[in-house]
């Protein structure tokens, strides 16, 4: 348990420090809901159909909303090391 908030922890962290584009964050949205609606939906009705259809709708769900909530300001540094703004992919 220990390692998994330590693991948890240090991608957080990392996570601030990279650029994504809308389709990353559409597909880490996705997978993050889908986990989260299959734990939902499988706690709610106690068997493996609501567990699928809970991750289905979640995943969805996140892909949706990962991609909507791309920043439209992404970053870039040049040989000197200076930032400048660049189009997102």
């Given at each position: 348990?220990?390692?998994?908030?330590?693991?948890l922890?240090?991608?957080?962290?990392?996570a601030?420090?990279?650029?994504y584009?809308?389709?990353?964050?559409?597909v880490?949205?996705g997978?993050?809901?889908?986990g989260a609606?299959?734990?939902?939906g499988?706690?709610?009705?106690?068997n493996?159909?609501?567990a699928?259809?809970?991750?289905?709708?979640?995943?969805?769900t996140?892909?949706?909303?990962?991609a909507?909530t791309t920043?439209?300001?992404?970053?870039?540094?040049?040989a000197?090391?200076n930032?400048?703004q660049?189009?997102?992919?």
């Open positions: 348990m220990k390692s998994a908030v330590i693991v922890a240090a991608a957080l962290a990392l601030g420090c990279s650029q584009s809308e389709s990353d964050r559409a880490g949205g997978l993050l809901g889908a609606g299959a734990l939902i499988g706690a709610a009705t106690g493996a159909t609501g699928l259809v809970g991750g289905a709708l979640g995943a969805a996140g892909a949706v909303v990962g909507a920043p439209n300001a992404c970053w870039a540094r040049d000197y090391g930032a400048y660049v189009r997102c992919p």
